[in-house]
């Protein structure tokens, strides 16, 4: 069963398995979107909320939204869990993961 949840006293240990299966999965997909020239970054893990930036063709592509469900899709199967895949608008300059709670 699905459950939504924000992880407010989760263990440290939890919350780097989990950071480890959202990184796991933007691992899988970046290869078919830089194939077309497009990347995701993964930015920011704050309780269900997933902060990724799509970079390259991936910005002005009319299927990003299709790619965020899908993205987004996988996480849920992977966790177990309810979580928001958010894009968030910026330039391709990496910045450091952020894990929150």
Do not use: Y
């Not at 989760?10 to 933007?26: F, G, Y």
């Not at 469900?69 to 952020?98: D, H, S, W, Y």
Request: charged residues 25%.
């Amino acid at each position: 069963m699905l459950v939504e949840s924000e992880h407010l006293n989760a263990p440290p240990s939890a919350d780097t398995e989990r950071a480890d299966i959202v990184r796991a999965v933007i691992e899988e997909i970046r290869p078919n979107l830089q194939r077309d020239g497009g990347d995701c970054q993964l930015l920011e893990i704050n309780g269900n909320k997933i902060m990724v930036r799509l970079t390259g063709a991936c910005v002005f592509c009319k299927l990003a939204s299709a790619t965020l469900e899908g993205i987004q899709a996988r996480m849920v199967e992977r966790l177990g869990e309810f979580v928001r895949v958010i894009p968030v608008a910026g330039g391709a300059k990496a910045q450091p993961l952020k894990i929150g709670h």
